[in-house]
């Protein structure tokens, strides 16, 4: 829904410099010490700052070029979800869930953190995977919106929906949340992307959690800058 070209609130990467770090991997609850670990800094309108820290096992042009590329992609989403994160880490091997006990291409730690795997094939992990936009709107959608699993009315809307967006948003409600928000900016920002009747079969399948999210948004006043969602 999101494409390579497509314009983003990304403004400038600074290099920062090398260090010693602690950074969640497999385990975002747990940090393992890297030595000389690559440190940016992406900056965004309204002096937005995401730091990003690519592991050493990069060398220094391709760390450079993974981390620009992260930032434009984090830049592209709706702007009240590029400003939901606040670093990423990223690695080269696989991750592994212990959530869904599955390999992953990336995951959303606590504090507005993305790690994420950028290998050499067609992970969405991988800037160059075309889905590689929606992952990261999937996790800025648990960092903006996890907090839903408490509110009645959206308990409501999805007890009143007669489908899950997909079979992985089946594994828990948190990462329902998730993928509806992807399915939310598809229908919403980039509806000329969709399909007739792949959007008319999404509209019925989960139309109250796409209302709940309208007004939701609506309410807080969130900027979807640079996309037009109506």
Same mark, same amino acid.
């Given at each position: 829904?999101?494409?390579?070209?497509?314009?983003?609130?990304?403004?400038?990467?600074?290099?920062?410099?090398? $260090?010693?770090?602690?950074?969640?991997?497999?385990?975002?609850? #747990?940090? *393992? =010490?890297? /030595?000389?670990?690559?440190?940016?800094? &992406?900056?965004?309108?309204?002096?937005?700052?995401?730091?990003?820290?690519?592991?050493?096992?990069?060398?220094?042009?391709?760390?450079?070029?993974?981390?620009?590329?992260?930032s434009y992609?984090?830049?592209?989403?709706?702007?009240?979800?590029?400003?939901?994160? $606040?670093?990423?880490?990223?690695?080269?091997?696989?991750?592994? #869930?212990? *959530? =869904?006990? /599955?390999?992953?291409?990336?995951?959303? &730690?606590?504090?507005?953190?993305?790690?994420?795997?950028?290998?050499?094939?067609?992970?969405?992990?991988?800037?160059?995977?075309?889905?590689?936009?929606?992952?990261?709107?999937?996790?800025?959608?648990?960092?903006?919106?996890?907090?839903?699993?408490?509110?009645?009315?959206?308990?409501?809307?999805?007890?009143?929906?007669?489908?899950?967006?997909?079979?992985?948003?089946?594994?828990?409600?948190?990462?329902?949340?998730?993928?509806?928000?992807?399915?939310?900016?598809?229908?919403?920002?980039?509806?000329?992307?969709?399909?007739?009747?792949?959007?008319?079969?999404?509209?019925k399948e989960?139309?109250?959690?796409?209302?709940?999210?309208?007004?939701?948004?609506?309410?807080?006043?969130?900027?979807?800058?640079?996309?037009?969602?109506?």
């Amino acid at each position: 829904i999101i494409k390579k070209k497509d314009p983003s609130t990304f403004l400038n990467l600074k290099f920062i410099e090398r $260090k010693n770090i602690a950074m969640e991997e497999t385990d975002p609850d #747990n940090f *393992e =010490t890297y /030595k000389n670990v690559y440190i940016f800094k &992406a900056l965004f309108k309204n002096n937005h700052e995401v730091i990003i820290r690519v592991h050493p096992n990069f060398n220094m042009k391709r760390a450079e070029k993974i981390a620009y590329e992260l930032s434009y992609g984090i830049g592209q989403l709706p702007f009240f979800l590029t400003k939901s994160y $606040k670093r990423a880490n990223v690695f080269k091997s696989k991750l592994y #869930n212990k *959530e =869904t006990k /599955k390999i992953s291409s990336a995951m959303a &730690a606590s504090g507005g953190t993305l790690i994420i795997s950028v290998r050499a094939d067609s992970s969405s992990g991988n800037p160059n995977n075309p889905t590689f936009q929606e992952t990261l709107i999937h996790e800025a959608g648990h960092f903006a919106f996890n907090s839903l699993e408490y509110n009645d009315e959206w308990k409501f809307a999805r007890n009143q929906d007669p489908k899950i967006i997909s079979r992985y948003g089946m594994t828990n409600i948190y990462e329902d949340i998730a993928e509806t928000i992807v399915a939310w900016v598809g229908m919403r920002c980039k509806s000329d992307r969709i399909s007739k009747s792949n959007y008319t079969k999404v509209s019925k399948e989960i139309s109250n959690r796409l209302k709940f999210l309208d007004k939701y948004i609506s309410k807080k006043n969130y900027d979807t800058y640079p996309m037009i969602c109506k």
